[in-house]
Structures are given as C-alpha cells and as structure tokens.
C-alpha cells in the first residue's frame, strides 16, 4: 500500500490544525491499544491514524467528540446542579439587612479584626 499523505487526508479532514490534533489523539489511543481499523504494515502509530483517516475506516465525529471529552476539565452534569440551585435562589424573596447603628458596626468589625473577645482563635 502506498504512504498516506496529508493530501490524502485533506480529503476528509479540511483544516489542517484539526488533521492535526485527530490523528495524534487516534495515535494516543491506539498507543493505549485501542484495535486496529487497517493494517499496521509495519507503520508506527501516527501513520496508522492518518491511513485510517485517509480511508474514512474510523468515525471523525466520534473521534472529535472523544477528543474534546479527554480535554474537557468541567464536568457537565455540575453546571446543570448550579443553575438549578441559583434558579432556586431567585425564587426566595431577599431578606432585609439587619439595621445598626455606627457604634455597633464599628465595634463588630473591630471583634473581626482583633478575634474572640475572650482570647480564643
């Protein structure tokens, strides 16, 4: 079989930065022993994953999707959690700030300053 090119590749995959970033993810994964879709024919792994690009063996959609999942760092189902919980948040009615006068407000922030009146951290 004749070397693949990227021209061979172009074909299927248009941007080349994206080529780029497919095959070496399917190169990863065949390293971790993911099965062959062609033959090796003594060819490392990158080679192997252009082949398979280049003879539509393995499905880019699938690929691409398992690749943003490997480079994702958040987590979906936590984004969903938070919206509900600040949709919940909005639902109760806000409740009034306590009203004090300067000398207890001065007083308060100096305990925070300062720690526990009786010595204690």
């Given at each position: 079989?004749a070397?693949?090119?990227v021209?061979d590749?172009?074909?299927?995959?248009?941007?080349?930065?994206?080529?780029?970033?497919?095959?070496?993810?399917r190169?990863?994964t065949i390293?971790?022993?993911?099965?062959?879709?062609?033959?090796r024919d003594n060819d490392?792994?990158?080679?192997?994953?252009?082949?398979e690009?280049?003879e539509?063996?393995?499905?880019?959609d699938?690929?691409t999707e398992n690749?943003i999942?490997g480079?994702?760092?958040v987590?979906p189902s936590?984004d969903e959690?938070?919206?509900?919980?600040?949709?919940?948040?909005e639902?109760?009615?806000?409740?009034p700030?306590?009203e004090?006068?300067?000398?207890?407000?001065?007083k308060?922030?100096?305990?925070?300053?300062?720690?526990?009146?009786?010595?204690r951290l």
């Amino acid at each position: 079989m004749a070397r693949v090119t990227v021209e061979d590749c172009i074909e299927k995959v248009e941007n080349r930065f994206e080529l780029v970033l497919l095959a070496a993810h399917r190169a990863r994964t065949i390293s971790a022993g993911a099965p062959l879709a062609v033959d090796r024919d003594n060819d490392k792994n990158p080679v192997v994953a252009l082949r398979e690009i280049a003879e539509s063996k393995i499905d880019l959609d699938g690929l691409t999707e398992n690749l943003i999942t490997g480079l994702q760092r958040v987590i979906p189902s936590d984004d969903e959690e938070e919206a509900e919980r600040e949709s919940r948040a909005e639902e109760r009615p806000a409740l009034p700030a306590p009203e004090m006068d300067e000398a207890a407000m001065l007083k308060a922030l100096q305990s925070d300053r300062d720690g526990p009146a009786d010595g204690r951290l």
